[in-house]
């Protein structure tokens, strides 16, 4: 039987677009150095759309400018602390200072960002059934007493120091995160990062990698904080990027840890930088910050076999890379 009604007017619900399979994706801290970059990232997927939520307290709409006004972005003014509700399929949650002068600079509300805005996120997670990823960090091993570091290792923090607010804040994070998860039935992902270095840094927020930069270009010392024995593994920022989206888009809960193996003192990354940026530049020792973890490298052993996940870039070939971004921000060009 054949009908002789007219095709119904579809309804502006009912329209194409609406029904596409797209993915509404949730950036807190995606103003800042990682997370614009994972922004980038899943911008590349047309099926994306992302909404960054962050309170520019270390990051920047100029890390966003490409995105504004496109009509798969929305950015919005917000500070986690508060709650948010909008809707959802997937939350990175990023929001956090990383930079120790940052996060260091009013601890207090480091903490409430860490534990209030993490739970604020699981709520989200929880009322739309959405699935969020924490980025947590290697500070949870604190002062690490087992080399290189692998995920079943507790850490040894000091919990009523100067870094607490920040290394407990996410243990804190990392607890809730759990609990909604057992509890809750949360689709819960957490990645450990390790020092993550690339364009788009705070050109003077603390950080030793962007320190170091930042003075090689402009002439000046390469400030190594005593006693310069101490080590870092540095990851390059498309590399934690593809970590991340990896983690969250696999099955594994974590904890990962995503980082680079490759592991260099403060000495070394000075004499690198030097040689690779400006070898007139003096390099000089200066006093270090209470609590400074004198190693660190992590284990990836995680990453690999459940993410199929390694990174690609070496320090060697990053630096050039975060150099050619901070002589165009500082108009220093290179002489040749
Ligand atoms: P970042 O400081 O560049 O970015 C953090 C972003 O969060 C900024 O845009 C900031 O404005 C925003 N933010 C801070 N507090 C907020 C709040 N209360 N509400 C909303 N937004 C807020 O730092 P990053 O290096 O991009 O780090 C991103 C995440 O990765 C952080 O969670 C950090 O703890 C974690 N991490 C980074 C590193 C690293 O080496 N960069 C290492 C370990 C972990
Ligand atoms: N929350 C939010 N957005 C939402 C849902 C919840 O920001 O869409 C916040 C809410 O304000 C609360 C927190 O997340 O402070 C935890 O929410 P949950 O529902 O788990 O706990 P409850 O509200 O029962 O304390
Ligand atoms: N550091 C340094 N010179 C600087 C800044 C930092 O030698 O100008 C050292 C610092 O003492 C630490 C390491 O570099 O041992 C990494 O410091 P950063 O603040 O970059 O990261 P985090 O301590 O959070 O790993």
């Not at 800042?32 to 047309?46: A, R, Y």
């Not at 290697?138 to 290189?148: K, N, T, W």
């Not at 590399?239 to 099955?251: F, T, W």
């Amino acid at each position: 039987q054949t009908s002789t009604k007219p095709p119904p007017t579809p309804s502006p619900l009912r329209s194409a677009k609406f029904f596409q399979a797209n993915m509404r994706i949730l950036v807190t801290g995606g103003a800042g150095f990682i997370g614009s970059h994972l922004v980038d990232k899943l911008m590349e997927n047309e099926k994306n759309e992302v909404i960054v939520a962050d309170n520019y307290f270390t990051g920047s709409k100029v890390n966003l400018k490409k995105w504004i006004g496109h009509p798969r972005f929305e950015l919005i003014r917000h500070d986690v602390t508060e709650p948010l509700l909008i809707e959802v399929d997937q939350i990175y949650h990023l929001a956090c200072p990383a930079s120790p002068i940052f996060y260091k600079y009013n601890p207090v509300k480091t903490i409430k960002t860490n534990v209030i805005g993490t739970l604020n996120m699981l709520g989200l997670a929880k009322r739309v059934g959405a699935r969020i990823l924490l980025t947590s960090t290697s500070e949870v091993y604190g002062d690490p007493l087992i080399h290189p570091q692998d995920e079943s290792y507790w850490g040894n923090v000091n919990p009523i120091g100067v870094r607490s607010c920040y290394d407990e804040g996410k243990r804190v994070a990392e607890t809730l995160m759990f609990d909604y998860h057992r509890q809750h039935g949360i689709e819960i992902r957490i990645a450990r990062i390790f020092n993550t270095y690339g364009p788009r840094m705070n050109i003077d927020d603390g950080r030793v990698v962007s320190n170091f930069i930042a003075q090689a270009i402009r002439g000046e010392p390469l400030t190594v904080q005593a006693p310069g024995t101490q080590t870092r593994s540095f990851c390059y920022v498309s590399d934690m990027v593809d970590g991340l989206i990896r983690l969250m888009e696999g099955d594994n809960t974590g904890p990962i840890n995503i980082g680079n193996p490759g592991e260099f003192t403060m000495l070394e990354l000075a004499e690198t930088v030097k040689e690779l940026i400006n070898p007139g530049v003096e390099i000089i020792m200066v006093e270090n910050t209470p609590d400074d973890p004198r190693q660190r490298k992590p284990d990836i052993t995680k990453a690999k076999e459940l993410l199929g996940w390694e990174p690609k870039i070496k320090l060697k070939d990053g630096l050039p890379l975060m150099e050619d971004d901070f002589r165009t921000r500082l108009e220093v060009p290179r002489k040749n």
